[in-house]
């Protein structure tokens, strides 16, 4: 699977489903003590950094940037989905949220202070993870805080409908913790804390906690 075949693809779900997504997903951080606590931790680590611009990659409606909003952090949104852009910008006028592919992160060199990945790494094929992680240490300023959150497991599936019963066309990618882990360390992360935890959010997530490090000569 290339990256042309895939990202149409994912994109035109996401377009297709994008108001139900919204409505389904809503509440479910407020099920999810975990994971809000990983959130909440994550904010500190920005202002432990000295604040300054979070993007969340892979936003969808932009429930994970509001939050961020709520906790102080002066977060922003980017989407593959111009359908979910839309119905964030719709849902939360106060926030900055872009069209944007985390591929090919249109973000200048160090220039946010941490980065989000909320289960939204779960659509990238291996072949193109490397490109992934080399835009999140690219844009990430050196020591500023990394958070993903994934589905843990072996397997990939191809997911036809959901959220509402709309078609979907998305390969979804079930990770364990150690590779997301060794991927990261692989281009330039130190990874300070590593979870699964079972929740609303996901049957089994994972969540890994990172900072950019400061040494040179690392990839990306």
């Given amino acids: 699977m290339t990256t042309d075949d895939w990202l149409p693809k994912t994109r035109t779900s996401y ?33 432990a950094a000295g604040g300054g611009p979070v993007a969340d990659v892979g936003c969808g409606p932009g429930r994970i940037t509001a939050h ?16 979910m852009i839309e119905v964030a910008r719709r849902d939360h006028p106060e926030l900055r949220f872009e069209v944007g592919s985390m591929t090919d992160l249109n973000l200048p060199d160090g220039s946010v202070t941490g980065l989000v990945a909320w289960y939204s790494l779960i659509h990238i094929p291996d072949d193109d993870i490397d490109a992934v992680f080399a835009h999140f240490r690219r844009v990430v300023r050196p020591g500023g805080p990394l ?30 913790p150690a590779q997301v882990a060794a991927w990261l360390r692989q281009h330039g992360f130190t990874v300070d804390s590593q979870t699964t935890v079972t929740s609303a959010e ?3 997530g994972g969540i890994i906690v990172g900072r950019r490090e400061d040494g040179s000569g690392l990839p990306g």
């Fill in 202 to 204: 996901s049957r089994l």
């Fill in 147 to 176: 958070l993903l959150g994934f589905h843990v497991g072996d397997e990939t599936t191809l997911k036809t409908e959901g959220y509402g019963g709309h078609p979907m066309n998305v390969h979804v990618h079930r990770r364990q």
């Fill in 68 to 83: 961020l909003h709520t906790l102080g952090v002066d977060a922003f949104g980017i989407d593959l989905s111009p359908g």
């Fill in 15 to 47: 377009d297709t489903v994008a108001v139900s997504y919204a409505r389904l997903v809503r509440d479910l951080l407020a099920q999810a003590p975990h994971e809000r606590a990983a959130l909440t931790s994550f904010a500190d680590l920005v202002r």
